[in-house]
């Protein structure tokens, strides 16, 4: 069996999970970033080509990241004849706020507060969100005096919310169909380019993800974090059957109570930071793209592969 990915996001952890499983990986990338994807021991074949979208008809089993729609379109990832790992419907579900603000709602999940425009006051800081999965590109904090001048200069669909000044945890869950059974992976803390302004405040920085850092939560906010994380599998069985399938990732803002900020239907570049949680269920380390490894062998070892892959 190999398994295919395009070489970005969190490919290097789906093809090293893979290698750690005994499946054979295939890497599709562009001429320009051929040099570091070649040198190390992960792939097995190297598609080099501009044209990333031939990964649409590859025979194995494509595993999508968060480039993925960037790069592809989701038209053209839901019409595509090869076999993805997952639901590959889900993956709409990321990338509109209606949607996302529908799936919260459905799993009973407290979210931020949007802030209409008229009822921005002067005094107060924002949050302004752009739509979709961009590495925080395009994001901003501002105080409400400021953000109309901003937001001109907005480009895509945006919307404002009220600024959560505590802590920012993405969670990184797994649902296994063959086991039946959640698996809380880990958790991670972003490190955007905006956090230099607390060192070098000169001007402000862009909201920009540059990497990704691991956090062993107090462990007395976990089971409150799992119970989120059954009640949205629940409710994605119901809005997009069937359901999640694999990796998936709940934002939080935490200030003593978690409301959430957005999520991943795929895996999140988060879980690329090491983390320990995933020895809570198997006695070997195990990381988000070796759980997808380990979920399609058990599959091929039930006959059971139609329940993951659509």
Do not use: C
């Not at 499983?21 to 040099?35: C, D, F, I, M, S």
């Not at 901003?140 to 480009?155: N, P, Y």
Request: no cysteine; aromatic share 10%.
């Amino acid at each position: 069996m190999i398994v295919s990915t395009i070489a970005s996001h969190s490919s290097l952890q789906i093809l090293l999970g893979a290698k750690d499983e005994g499946l054979r990986t295939r890497l599709y990338v562009k001429p320009g970033k051929k040099a570091f994807y070649a040198s190390t021991r992960l792939v097995d074949e190297l598609i080099v080509t501009e044209k990333i979208d031939t990964i649409l008809d590859d025979d194995g089993i494509v595993i999508p990241h968060g480039s993925f729609v960037a790069y592809l379109g989701l038209e053209a990832i839901e019409r595509a004849k090869a076999r993805f790992f997952g639901n590959r419907r889900f993956l709409r579900w990321e990338t509109s706020f209606e949607l996302q603000d529908r799936a919260l709602d459905k799993a009973g999940i407290p979210h931020v507060e949007v802030v209409e425009e008229e009822d921005i006051r002067p005094d107060e800081l924002y949050f302004v969100r752009l739509e979709g999965p961009r590495g925080g590109s395009g994001h901003f904090i501002a105080r409400g005096e400021e953000i109309e001048g901003r937001l001109e200069r907005a480009e895509g669909n945006y919307r404002v919310e009220r600024f959560i000044p505590g802590v920012y945890l993405y969670v990184h869950f797994f649902y296994s169909p063959i086991l039946g059974r959640l698996e809380l992976l880990g958790v991670d803390e972003r490190v955007v380019v905006a956090d230099g302004n607390a060192r070098w405040p000169v001007r402000p920085l862009p909201y920009t993800i540059a990497g990704n850092v691991g956090v062993a939560l107090r462990e007395s906010l976990l089971p409150e974090l799992y119970d989120y994380g059954l009640a949205f599998v629940e409710a994605m069985g119901k809005l997009e059957p069937p359901g999640i399938i694999g990796p998936f990732a709940l934002h939080f803002a935490y200030d003593g109570e978690f409301r959430a900020i957005g999520f991943a239907s795929r895996i999140d570049g988060g879980s690329n930071a090491l983390h320990w949680y995933g020895r809570l269920y198997w006695d070997e380390p195990m990381s988000a793209g070796r759980r997808i490894a380990r979920e399609i062998k058990l599959a091929l070892e039930e006959e059971r592969l139609e329940e993951v892959i659509t």
